[in-house]
């Protein structure tokens, strides 16, 4: 923040005075890269405008083409201004610009540019030739700063299609140049990138230690939207492995901050998962008023990402067994994806529709969507696959298929055990006890039950913290697996 005003008083003198094109090109990325890190995007954008207009005025296009590159990254990233298809329009107008005048450096960014703008938009294969050339053309060109970008989006690539051994080199070659740069805001956001990777993994452990590591730098930079960022990506480990009090309050305090920072990512969709996590607890009086407040700041500041609160809706008046306000919330319709390419997200919105096939015994329409479900994010992810896997199960208990319930729910109840995720786990164990049961495995079945009861009381313990302990305890689903 205070980069910025210096750079922007900087500015001033320079246009007053009448430095050269060079210095004052130089000036307007200085004070447009500051307002971004400080999450002041629509700021970083009227600079650009500015810096835009100034190079046509000039008559050099150079400097326009660098002031579309800049927007271009502003539309093609997470925040109220997302918009894909301007951002592709300004990067291909830079390219033509680029090759009139010859600048053959300039491509690294330009691609780099297009491979974040195809990521954002889940084009990930086009986002994967993009990056390479972006990636080559950085190492020709020696510039450190653009090597470490472009690897360090390249993680994020390589996360979103499940190729984690490949995200992990990239983003420790992009560290170890943000430690020589000694760009402590982009260093933090390398930690956060690869715990996204861990996390993604299924390694809670080494997630969490990252994303304290990050979250140490953005509080001693004052970096309030990365403070936002860490803190969610820390609630997203607590919650997946049944800590729920401290996922909880981890949550409430990212989303307080990303309010002020614009992280759309936390104010919206993290906004929306907690509804969920009080509902999944029983508090309902806490999740309505929430989910409600998420569909809000969606309308407002990313009406395209309307459907993730709005599925965080259906699945909530599920848990309350109403079918007719789901159906309500849901249109009629089938809730359609966002544009955010972790496949959590895809899992988070296309459960509602899932649920909603089941709650209306359409069996089949809900196996059919597991189907798609599980053949986009099986590769993907190892995180809430089990999640998918249980309703499977449930789908083919309906079907009157329990053997094949029987072996979804066993490998249901593998992989969450291996990662540690009893949110899942005493579901899946207490849906595969109603099938042992129905096959004649009463044994098996009382064995089900026992394990599922004692992860209810870890998790009811964990609550006691923020003080939901008994409504998660009291709940119809809970009780009966206690009696």
């Not at 005075?17 to 500051?34: C, E, F, P, Y």
Request: proline share 2%; with cysteine; aromatic share 8%.
């Amino acid at each position: 923040v205070e980069a910025a005003t210096h750079f922007s008083r900087a500015l001033e003198v320079a246009k007053r005075t009448h430095s050269d094109n060079r210095q004052i090109t130089k000036l307007h990325t200085a004070v447009g890269q500051s307002l971004e890190l400080s999450g002041r995007h629509e700021q970083a954008l009227k600079n650009y405008d500015d810096m835009q207009a100034y190079g046509a005025e000039q008559g050099d296009p150079s400097i326009v083409m660098s002031a579309l590159m800049a927007k271009a990254t502003i539309y093609s990233i997470f925040t109220r201004l997302h918009n894909p298809e301007r951002s592709t329009q300004m990067l291909m107008e830079a390219l033509e610009i680029s090759r009139e005048i010859g600048d053959h450096a300039i491509q690294a960014k330009l691609n780099w540019n297009l491979m974040l703008n195809h990521l954002f938009s889940k084009k990930f294969e086009q986002a994967l030739v993009y990056a390479h050339v972006a990636l080559k053309l950085a190492r020709e060109s020696d510039n450190r700063e653009q090597l470490a970008f472009v690897l360090n989006d390249l993680c994020r690539l390589y996360t979103c299609l499940g190729r984690f051994d490949e995200a992990y080199v990239v983003i420790q070659e992009a560290r170890s140049l943000w430690k020589a740069l000694d760009h402590q805001v982009m260093l933090a956001d390398n930690y956060g990138s690869e715990a996204e990777a861990r996390f993604n993994a299924g390694e809670f452990d080494a997630a969490l230690a990252l994303t304290e590591q990050a979250l140490q730098i953005t509080e001693h930079v004052k970096n309030i939207w990365g403070q936002s960022y860490n803190r969610m990506l820390m609630a997203f480990v607590h919650l997946g492995r049944g800590e729920l009090g401290e996922g909880i309050k981890l949550a409430e305090q990212s989303i307080e901050l990303s309010d002020e920072a614009g992280l759309i990512a936390s104010s919206t969709g993290l906004r929306s998962e907690l509804a969920w996590t009080y509902a999944y607890c029983g508090a309902f009086e806490k999740a309505y008023p929430l989910i409600e407040d998420a569909l809000q700041v969606a309308e407002s500041k990313q009406p395209i990402w309307k459907a993730f609160p709005q599925s965080g809706k259906v699945r909530i008046h599920l848990l309350q067994n109403d079918l007719r306000a789901a159906e309500q919330t849901a249109g009629g319709e089938y809730l359609q994806p966002i544009s955010i390419p972790y496949a959590r997200f895809t899992i988070f919105l296309s459960l509602a529709n899932i649920e909603l096939a089941v709650a209306k015994e359409q069996y089949a329409i809900a196996l059919s969507l597991l189907e798609d479900l599980l053949n986009e994010v099986t590769s993907q992810t190892r995180v809430d696959v089990c999640e998918v896997l249980r309703w499977k199960g449930i789908a083919l208990v309906g079907l009157n298929r329990p053997d094949e319930a029987f072996q979804t729910l066993t490998e249901a109840c593998s992989l969450a055990k291996r990662l540690g995720a009893n949110p899942q786990l005493w579901l899946i164990l207490a849906n595969l006890a109603d099938v042992n049961a129905k096959l004649g495995i009463d044994k098996e079945a009382e064995s089900n039950r026992a394990e599922a009861r004692k992860i209810v009381e870890q998790i009811a313990e964990s609550l006691r913290a923020v003080g939901l302990t008994e409504s998660f305890l009291d709940q119809p689903r809970v009780r009966e697996l206690m009696r």
